[in-house]
């Protein structure tokens, strides 16, 4: 919790995980707590993978900004491949 609220002094932060944002929350839950909206601003959350993107919202607290289906972009022939699964 710490190490995030000093680096977010200098950078702004992604954490991309294969875990849902539920997750994310209840992991962070001390930080989300007692961040204030610099910290938070500057923390982006890329969870399923990175296939979800969201970011923190003045007010209304974390948000989806953007989502992708790796299925629908890539074809179900090509998703199967990256995988190691033949069709």
Known sequence: INA?????????????????????????QPGLNQWD??????LVFYPCNGTKKYEYIEDEGYKETSSSNMI???????????????R
């Open 4 to 28: 995030i609220e000093c680096l977010s002094k200098k950078a702004k932060i992604g954490i991309v995980t294969g875990s849902s944002i539920e997750y994310i929350n209840e992991q962070l």
């Open 37 to 42: 909206k610099d910290v938070l601003s500057r």
């Open 72 to 86: 629908k972009k890539l074809s179900a022939k090509n998703y199967n491949i990256i995988l190691g699964r033949r």
